[in-house]
């Protein structure tokens, strides 16, 4: 069978593409058209007139393999989307040799981009321009149509009705909070949107277990820097009968989490009372409240401290994430995440250590991480060796030197769904 369209699924680009093919289809796009492959060779052998990629900066080495191999063996046209895209446009199409670079949100783009192509006979003209959120090269000329929005992407389903896809929901998108070594606000929009509740029930009895995708789950039904625990407690009531039906009911735990603040009394009572939920991942990131204020967290380490209590007190296994070798770090900073760690470690809980990484289009992007103490390095060392602690830590400080190298090499200045990113390195 002939395909006009190949879609490039890896496990990290999983649940974005799910619910691109599901906005894809619910436009009228047709999907006995799209090869859906995570085999690289199966795409070629099959020649799409197009394939679509999205990925993040730490595959960038592997994205630039696959598409020499591509153009090695047929002609397609190459549309790439995700973060990195977004930040590094110009990169994404000179540097790893795709055509184009969706910009921002995809849903309506990446079908207005579809059908354009198949009238213009998928070569790359000026009717392109005609088409919101895209990034390509006219001869020698780059051309940016804008930065693509959605405001209510709920209304775009979850999940293809014609492809057997199925992922963690979506349920919400945006946040207020703007870290600064985090992505989500900058592509995102500093606004939450949910999607609504009739819907989120609707699509969740696909799922055998129910899991959701947002940045902040307890800020479920709120513009996102405020708690309303009324809305959250909504949505858990109403997925009850999917409940009753034998389905399981993840809450604030992977691929989500939770902001500490945000984990009170009440909030935990919720998870108890209409969840399944036994590993609550909580966004912790430093020990140091001047560590937390440089890297605009918001919350305090008290908050941090009460959540795992909290937690712990119903029954509930806190999962703290950490981020070591932040840009402008002290050893004494870091001596207070250890302690931190210890603390958790020793009250039943359990700690993610990751280790920081410059990521284009955040305001950390050209910033150092700082060395790791030898204390830092000790502490984690052992706690891994035993099992006490999970996360990617060290395979990532390899991964920080190539973004590092990266950025200082091609950096330009990224699109943003906010305007101007804030550079503060």
């Not at 992977?254 to 108890?272: A, H």
């Not at 020793?346 to 700082?370: D, E, I, N, Q």
């Amino acid at each position: 069978m002939d395909y006009e369209v190949a879609v490039r699924i890896t496990r990290r680009n999983h649940n974005a593409f799910v619910h691109l093919l599901a906005a894809l289809e619910s436009q009228g796009y047709d999907l006995s058209n799209v090869l859906v492959s995570n085999n690289l060779d199966e795409i070629i052998e099959k020649r799409p007139k197009v394939i679509l990629y999205s990925f993040y900066s730490q595959e960038v080495d592997t994205v630039k393999k696959e598409v020499e191999k591509i153009r090695k063996n047929i002609n397609a046209i190459l549309v790439a989307g995700g973060y990195h895209a977004i930040a590094m446009p110009k990169h994404t199409l000179k540097v790893l040799g795709f055509d184009i670079a969706v910009i921002g949100e995809g849903e309506e783009a990446l079908y207005d981009l579809l059908t354009k192509l198949r009238k213009t006979n998928y070569t790359i003209t000026k009717d392109l321009t005609e088409v919101r959120g895209l990034a390509f090269y006219l001869g020698d000329e780059f051309v940016f149509t804008g930065f693509a929005k959605v405001e209510d992407f709920w209304k775009f389903p979850p999940y293809p009705e014609g492809l057997k896809l199925i992922s963690p929901m979506e349920i919400s998108r945006g946040c207020p909070f703007g870290c600064y070594y985090c992505q989500t606000p900058y592509a995102k929009g500093f606004r939450m949107r949910h999607r609504p509740i009739d819907q989120i029930v609707k699509y969740s009895k696909r799922m055998k277990d129910m899991r959701y995708i947002t940045p902040n789950a307890f800020a479920y039904g709120s513009p996102g820097g405020i708690l309303k625990i009324e809305k959250v407690e909504a949505l858990l009531r109403a997925l009850q009968p999917l409940r009753r039906e034998g389905r399981r009911l993840f809450y604030g735990t992977f691929p989500s989490e939770v902001r500490p603040e945000f984990v009170t009394r009440e909030t935990v009572e919720l998870l108890v009372k209409y969840t399944d939920t036994k590993r609550l991942a909580i966004g912790a990131q430093s020990g140091d409240d001047k560590m937390l204020k440089a890297m605009h967290r918001v919350h305090r380490v008290e908050h941090v401290i009460n959540a795992v209590e909290l937690s712990l007190e119903y029954g509930i296994t806190p999962v703290v994430d950490f981020i070591v070798g932040l840009p402008g770090e002290t050893e004494e900073m870091q001596r207070k995440s250890i302690e931190l760690m210890k603390w958790i470690i020793k009250k039943g809980g359990k700690v993610r250590a990751h280790y920081f990484m410059p990521l284009p289009g955040t305001p950390w992007a050209k910033c150092k991480p700082s060395p790791l103490s030898e204390e830092m390095k000790k502490f984690l060392g052992r706690m891994a060796a035993e099992g006490k602690i999970e996360g990617a830590w060290g395979i990532q400080i390899e991964t920080s030197r190539k973004l590092q190298k990266l950025i200082e090499e091609f950096y330009e200045e990224p699109f943003s769904y906010v305007g101007k990113v804030k550079e503060i390195c």
